[in-house]
T-cell receptor, first 113, second 114 residues
């Protein structure tokens, strides 16, 4: 089962910041949080990932709470092309080499003009 | 630098046939994973290969198999196709497949079983 909980859908006005929340209350100390998005059933596009520190790249920022039980993906200036399903994923680790991405249902983000 | 390449992009097969899908990872990446995506089940992990060895396996029947070659390219095979195997099959690659590695996906192979 997915270890993350996301709202099924969100709207955001074009040009505004889109803040996508994710709960992962059962996350373990060595498990990373990954964010991907998928447009029209194309392959998932990598956005960002982090362990416990906030991360920023050219696409987005990832804010992880101090207790690591939740995180927020921030798209600073949303455009219509950011309309997609956004997946927050905890990379589950069993043992030394068994790692999987366990996917939930994601958040459908709709950017409105 | 080229991304993850999957072939073919689209294919139609008949029940009972078998199919082979191919994946070329990003240059230098040694871990290749396969996922199945269907409307009802979402994205589900099939298996992962690293250095030509299957390292991890999801909960799929034995009809689903794969392999990885010395150049890290990977293939997956589905035998005795069923209608329920119709799905988008996604390949992902990363450097070592360890926590913290960035994982990149290909565009997928759309399989329709009729």
């Amino acid at each position: 089962d997915a270890k993350t909980t996301q709202p099924p859908s969100m709207d955001c006005a074009e040009g505004r910041a889109a803040n996508l929340p994710c709960n992962h209350s059962t996350i373990s100390g060595n498990e990373y949080v990954y964010w991907y998005r998928q447009i029209h059933s194309q392959g998932p596009q990598y956005i960002i990932h982090g362990l416990k520190n906030n991360e920023t790249n050219e696409m987005a920022s990832l804010i992880i709470t101090e207790d690591r039980k939740s995180s927020t993906l921030i798209l600073p200036h949303a455009t219509l092309r950011d309309t997609a399903v956004y997946y927050c994923i905890v990379r589950v680790a069993w043992g030394e080499s068994n790692y999987q991405l366990i996917w939930g249902a994601g958040t459908k983000l709709i950017i409105k003009p | 630098k080229a991304g993850v390449t999957q072939t073919p992009r689209y294919l139609i097969k008949t029940r009972g046939q078998q199919v082979t899908l191919s994946c070329s990872p990003i240059s230098g990446h040694r871990s290749v994973s396969w996922y199945q995506q269907t409307p009802g089940q979402g994205l589900q992990f099939l298996f992962e290969y690293f250095s030509e060895t299957q390292r991890n396996k999801g909960n799929f029947p034995g009809r689903f198999s794969g392999r990885q070659f010395s150049n890290s390219r990977s293939e997956m095979n589905v035998s005795t196709l069923e209608l329920g195997d119709s799905a988008l099959y996604l390949c992902a690659s990363s450097l070592q497949g360890v926590p913290g590695n960035t994982i990149y996906f290909g565009e997928g192979s759309w399989l329709t079983v009729v």
